[in-house]
């Protein structure tokens, strides 16, 4: 089983188990074998073509021959017809069965390439599920459960597959909790944007994006800067667009949701430009932002698994350097997948290279690279008026971006942002684009409604740049599986419940790790797999125990004074993050050695002399005397236990019968341990 495979296999079992927990919403896109049974059965249920709307018939040569006119412009990259509608849980069938009862509605709208909706009304009951999917099932938006329920706004769902769709609502067969439901808009996707999908339709000659970008999954390196990363779904004007942005970190360190992007994506109304009236702030607070809308392989196609936030609150904005700040309205502590929240830059220095991540035309997360000193602005900028110095103008050397790419971060050799993306050169490198810049962005106009310093350094640290903070969900699957440069393992589970370390007091040891997926058994070495990695070590006792990362699967130990002491280990496997923790038995090592060694049937342990040819001085070895003997192999199983009552400084053991390897020998006077190996040939 490969890596993708083992992820697909885990999120497939999970499909209708996940609880949405904080908010996301998970929309899932299935090829023709993957699309799982629990899904075909909950369509079985339904009677759709009984409830079946069809939307009117639109021009679409004259929404594309409207958006021609708007390219080169600041706007967002627009997808989608908007029909008003006014449907209820009235206007649809209920169903019942012995465990649950089902609400469906379906909608079509011929050649359709998505179809998505918008509910100004959205009240669940707090056994309620509510899903959307297309009719054959291989792509499915939910559960949206009462977590999402809204207060005020609106509520817009994300982009499903084909011309139809439908909209389930499952509860329990016998509440008498009332769900509302109440769905304002119907969106007509005139342009594809999941060219991606198996026997995805043919993408109309307007909306194909270039074949010169580049799918950021085939970069492994920026993966964690990618978690950051969402396209906007956003409705203005009767169309729904697209732009692209990314979570900053601040330096409170705690995961208050900012999100960069630009300033043209919410101003829309050309008599205004500049200025955002309460519309268009009205009208961006409602956004929906999707993150993890990316190839699973690197430009493969397959399930992808995309998470989408509704609502945000606008904090900053500034025209002149196209800079948007908002804040997602729900809380990004714990998710079920990886996020990342960017760090940033605001130092003034010229880069010497830059990174761009961004979705063009809403498609798939791509990356594209400048490997050039990155100059400022020298002319003043059109549409802003901005003069000389307010932008970054990366030449891209490889891929570029297009319409809905605005917004999206640029990263500097240090992998932190230092501005947003406002526009630029319409093709394939080399092309010169343009980016707001972050540290003028940083003071903008003067107040905290248009400036980043208030909402990124609620501190006052004064701090020139931040480091990234990466957050991944927990998991309770796996084994940690150790050894040392000596010889001993031991395998520790997640429960935090597996074998002791025991090593000598003053002594420098490497651990080095592997980490086992117990799905179908797999093994996934930490030093061989990208995804799977060691990010964090402590001690629980420094005066016993010092840790650190010696480099991807090893970790360096060192210990000053005998004691017990827990060694704690953080492994990502590329989605989730897994905490485990390693006792430490830090033993005097109080003179006691055994030979022969190598051995073949009987060992002696004897205590340390002047007379022996062993490097370690006696420690009043005199007045030790051995109490018990303890050998374990290499998995950490005891193998002989031997307890003596009367006192001897040295004994002889059989082990005759004890496989070649090498074994751990623990020698106990009673109060203090030596530690040991020995190898058995």
Request: glycine share 8%.
């Amino acid at each position: 089983m490969t890596k993708s495979l083992k992820s697909s296999a885990i999120i497939s079992l999970l499909f209708f188990s996940i609880v949405q927990s904080y908010g996301q919403v998970a929309t899932r896109s299935y090829n023709s074998q993957e699309i799982t049974k629990t899904n075909r059965s909950l369509l079985s249920d339904s009677d759709s073509e009984n409830v079946l709307i069809t939307m009117p018939a639109i021009n679409i040569e004259k929404l594309l021959k409207e958006d021609k006119e708007l390219e080169g412009l600041d706007v967002p990259f627009n997808t989608g017809y908007i029909f008003d509608v006014d449907y209820t849980l009235k206007h649809g069938m209920w169903k019942k069965t012995d465990s649950k009862k089902i609400w469906t509605m379906k909608f079509r709208s011929k050649g359709a390439y998505y179809l998505n909706f918008t509910f100004s009304e959205l009240k669940l009951s707090s056994d309620a599920e509510l899903y959307i999917s297309n009719t054959e099932g291989s792509m499915v938006y939910g559960p949206i459960t009462s977590v999402q329920n809204m207060m005020e706004g609106a509520f817009i769902t994300d982009l499903i597959s084909g011309e139809e769709a439908i909209i389930q609502l499952v509860e329990p067969a016998n509440t008498d909790k009332e769900s509302v439901i109440r769905i304002s808009k119907v969106v007509h996707g005139y342009r594809d944007c999941f060219s991606h999908i198996e026997n995805s339709v043919l993408r109309n000659i307007y909306d194909a994006t270039w074949d010169c970008h580049n799918d950021v999954n085939c970069f492994p390196i920026w993966k964690n800067e990618s978690n950051g990363v969402a396209v906007i779904i956003m409705q203005i004007d009767g169309k729904q667009g697209h732009c692209t942005g990314s979570l900053l970190n601040n330096t409170a360190q705690n995961k208050k949701p900012y999100f960069l992007t630009a300033f043209h994506c919410i101003d829309f109304e050309k008599e205004t430009k500049g200025i955002l009236s309460n519309n268009e702030v009205q009208t961006a607070e409602n956004w929906a932002f999707r993150f993890q809308f990316k190839s699973n392989t690197c430009d493969g196609n397959g399930q992808i698994v995309s998470y989408t936030y509704n609502q945000a609150y606008l904090r900053a904005s500034w025209w002149d350097t196209d800079f948007a700040l908002m804040e997602l309205k729900t809380s990004l502590s714990n998710t079920s997948f990886p996020i990342t929240f960017s760090g940033w830059n605001k130092t003034s220095n010229n880069p010497s290279k830059g990174t761009g991540i961004h979705h063009p035309k809403g498609d798939l997360m791509k990356i594209s690279f400048c490997n050039t000193t990155i100059p400022g602005n020298i002319n003043p900028i059109p549409w802003s008026g901005a003069p000389q110095g307010h932008y970054w103008c990366p030449k891209y050397t490889s891929g570029t971006t297009q319409a809905g790419s605005s917004g999206s971060p640029l990263f500097d050799g240090s992998k932190k942002v230092i501005g947003q993306l406002a526009g630029g050169d319409e093709c394939c490198a080399p092309a010169t684009k343009v980016y707001g810049k972050l540290n003028l962005s940083w003071t903008g106009g003067g107040t905290s409604s248009s400036r980043l310093s208030n909402w990124l350094d609620p501190l006052n640290k004064g701090v020139s740049s931040l480091d990234p903070l990466f957050s991944y969900p927990s998991s309770t699957t796996g084994l940690l599986k150790w050894f040392t440069g000596s010889g001993h393992s031991g395998t520790t589970s997640y429960s935090n419940n597996g074998s002791p370390l025991v090593v000598s007091r003053s002594s420098n040891t490497h651990i080095y790790l592997d980490w086992y997926v117990d799905v179908a058994g797999q093994h996934y070495p930490l030093d061989t797999n990208e995804e799977a990695r060691l990010i964090g070590v402590s001690s629980s006792n420094s005066s016993v125990l010092n840790a650190s990362i010696f480099d991807s699967n090893c970790i360096s130990i060192s210990t000053p004074s005998a004691g017990n002491a827990n060694l704690y280990v953080k492994v990502i496997d590329g989605t989730y993050l897994h905490d485990f923790i390693i006792p430490i038995n830090v033993l005097q090592n109080y003179s006691y050695y055994v030979y022969p060694n190598p051995a073949t049937t009987s060992i002696t342990i004897a205590p340390v002399s002047d007379n022996t040819m062993m490097s370690k001085s006696t420690n009043n070895s005199e007045n030790k005397h051995i109490a018990s003997v303890f050998i374990y192999d290499l998995m950490g199983n005891l193998i002989i236990n031997k307890i003596f009552n009367t006192k001897a400084e040295s004994v002889q053991l059989d082990v005759s019968s004890l496989s070649k390897g090498v074994y751990n020998i623990i020698v106990s006077d009673g109060n203090e341990s030596s530690s040991m190996n020995v190898i058995i040939k």
